[in-house]
C-alpha cells in the first residue's frame, strides 16, 4: 500500500496476491474498499492486482487540474511504467472503465488485455434518466450523499475529507462533458471483453452495438467456433449498475478471458 507519483498526483494503489498483473479501477466516488469481496477474489486466482485510486478519490488526494477520462488513462499508463511492468492487463468499471478505455486507447503499448465494465463508448449510451442524474451531480449532491457508504469509506481515507464537495464538483463537471469514443474504441488493439448487467444504466441493445465495434455479435460463429471473435460480451443476469461488481460469478468470467490463450 503506497503512492506513486505520475503526471502531478501521488496516486494510492495496494498490491493484493502475486502473479501476472491485472490493474483494477474504481467507480465514481468509490475507494478500493467498496470492491469487497471482488477484489481477494480475482487476487485469490494468482493475479497481481493492482488496485488504484483515481484522482481526488479515497487515499489519492486532488490538484488544479480537472477531472477528465483522459487524464486519468495517461495515470493509469504512467503507473504501468513506476512499476516497471512492460504491459498489464486493466479492468475498469463505470468510472474505472472509462479510464480504462482511455488508457488502452492512449497507450496501447501497456495494456495486453482489456475488461470494460457498466460504461458506454459514447456519453449518449447511457440512460436518459442517468444523464440527468449526471447533471445534478455537484455540491449540493455532495452534502446530501454524507449519509452514504460511499461518504462513510471516502472520509476513513482521504488525506482531506473536506474536499468531498470538490470532488463531486469536478466529476459532475467530467460528466456532463459529451463524449464519442467509436471510433479510437475501434481501433483498440488489446483483447477487450465488455461487462454489463442486464439492468445496466447502459442499454444492452447500446453493449450489443459497442460489441460489433470491437467486431463481436456480427455473425454466426460455425459450428467449430471458427469465426468467432476474441473479444467478448458478458451480460450478468439479476443485476444492476450498482450491485454488477458483487456478482459472484465475475471473478470467473474474469479469470477465463484473462487466461484465454493468444
Avoid: C
Avoid at 442486464?198 to 442499454?203: F, G, L, M, Q, W
Amino acid at each position: 500500500m503506497t503512492y506513486a507519483d505520475v503526471n502531478g498526483i501521488s496516486l494510492w494503489y495496494e498490491e493484493h496476491g502475486e502473479g501476472a498483473p491485472l490493474v483494477l479501477l474504481h467507480g465514481g466516488f468509490w475507494t478500493i474498499e467498496l470492491f469487497g469481496p471482488l477484489l481477494p477474489a480475482l487476487a485469490a486466482q494468482g493475479r497481481r492486482v493492482i488496485a488504484v485510486e483515481l484522482q481526488g478519490h479515497g487515499h489519492t488526494a486532488d490538484n488544479d487540474r480537472p477531472l477528465r477520462y483522459e487524464t486519468l488513462g495517461d495515470d493509469v499508463a504512467a503507473l504501468i511504467r513506476h512499476l516497471g511492468l512492460p504491459r498489464a492487463d486493466v479492468m475498469g468499471y463505470s468510472l474505472g472503465a472509462g479510464a480504462a478505455l482511455r488508457t488502452a486507447i492512449q497507450h496501447p503499448d501497456v495494456v495486453r488485455r482489456l475488461i470494460v465494465a457498466a460504461t458506454p463508448v459514447r456519453r449518449t449510451g447511457w440512460f436518459p434518466e442517468v444523464l440527468a442524474g449526471m447533471a445534478q451531480i455537484g455540491p449540493e449532491q455532495a452534502e446530501m450523499m454524507k449519509a452514504s457508504p460511499l461518504y462513510a469509506a471516502y472520509e476513513r481515507v482521504a488525506p482531506h475529507p473536506e474536499a468531498w464537495p470538490d470532488l463531486a464538483t469536478k466529476m459532475g463537471d467530467m460528466l456532463r462533458r459529451d463524449y464519442d469514443w467509436t471510433a479510437e474504441a475501434a481501433r483498440i488493439s488489446a483483447r477487450t471483453m465488455l461487462v454489463y448487467a442486464d439492468a445496466d444504466s447502459v442499454p444492452t441493445a447500446h453493449a450489443a452495438e459497442f460489441y460489433a465495434l470491437l467486431g463481436g455479435g456480427l455473425r454466426d460463429a460455425e459450428w467449430d467456433a471458427s469465426k468467432r471473435v476474441a473479444n467478448r460480451l458478458s451480460i450478468l443476469p439479476g443485476r444492476t449498475h450498482y450491485d454488477l461488481a458483487a456478482d459472484p460469478t465475475l471473478p470467473a468470467l474474469v479469470n477465463d478471458f484473462l487466461s484465454a490463450p493468444d
